[in-house]
């Protein structure tokens, strides 16, 4: 089944404790992004990469990093997380050729910073 | 960048047909998207327009005039599962492909 996942799907912590949260795809799609939602802000890019070892800031990649190191694997990691990261974060992946550029979205995973 | 409106919320009854519009300011962009988002749930993709125009998948159609700077998301035959968010989406057209998506309209189907 064509899929991308995110692990942890939930996750506390405290302020300033490192985490990465892992997202995988079986599509073969070149490009992948991280997405941050907040109620009223709609879905915020963070960090997205169009092929492996080619990573590139979205709009809110503050407190953020990325790598891309293989074409199926695209975490997310954030060293010293605050609470105003708090919020719903989600993984997607599309082609890079065609038309529609469709994202395939992971099914996201809710992060607490206290 | 890009900036992109859309109404906050919407309420239809059953069988009925709603519009749910989309306005942006941008310096360029390839096309316009729109995904519908169950509470609890992912997004998923709806359609996708790269020219003006209307484009048909089934009871969803969707428009965009670059002229105008808008486009809208159109539901037909309204059910009570499309009760979701819809959010319209644009592909910036620089160097990547940075993705902008707007606050999402909430629709809510009334029997």
């Known amino acids: 089944e064509a899929q991308v996942t995110q692990n942890p799907r939930y996750l506390i912590t405290v302020t300033g404790k490192k985490l990465t949260v892992t997202c995988s795809q079986n599509?073969?799609?070149?490009?992948m992004s991280w997405y941050r939602q907040d109620p009223g802000l709609g879905l915020r890019q963070i960090y997205y990469?169009?092929?492996?070892?080619?990573?590139d800031k979205g709009d809110v990649p503050e407190g953020y990093k990325v790598s891309r190191k293989e074409k199926r694997n695209f975490p997310l990691i954030l060293e010293s997380p605050s609470p105003n990261q708090t919020s719903l974060y989600f993984c997607?992946?599309?082609?890079?050729?065609?038309?529609?550029?469709?994202?395939?979205f992971g099914p996201g995973t809710r992060l607490t910073v206290t | 960048g890009q900036s992109l409106e859309q109404p906050s919320e919407v309420t239809a009854v059953e069988g009925a047909i709603v519009q749910i519009n989309c306005t942006y300011q941008?310096?360029?962009?390839?096309?316009l998207s729109w995904y519908q988002q169950h509470d609890g749930g992912a997004p998923t993709f709806l359609s996708y327009?790269?020219?003006?125009g209307l484009e048909e998948t089934g009871r969803f159609s969707s428009f965009l005039s670059r002229s105008d700077s808008y486009g809208y998301l159109l539901l037909q035959e309204l059910q009570m599962k499309d009760s979701a968010s819809y959010f319209c989406?644009?592909?910036?057209?620089?160097?990547?492909?940075?993705?902008?998506f707007g606050p999402g309209t909430r629709l809510s189907v009334l029997p």
């Open positions: 997607a992946s599309s082609i890079t050729s065609g038309s529609s550029y469709e994202q395939y």
């Open positions: 599509m073969n799609h070149e490009y």
């Open positions: 990469s169009m092929n492996v070892e080619v990573t």
């Open positions: 941008t310096s360029g962009f390839y096309g």
């Open positions: 327009n790269a020219l003006d």
């Open positions: 989406a644009v592909r910036e057209a620089n160097y990547g492909q940075n993705f902008v």
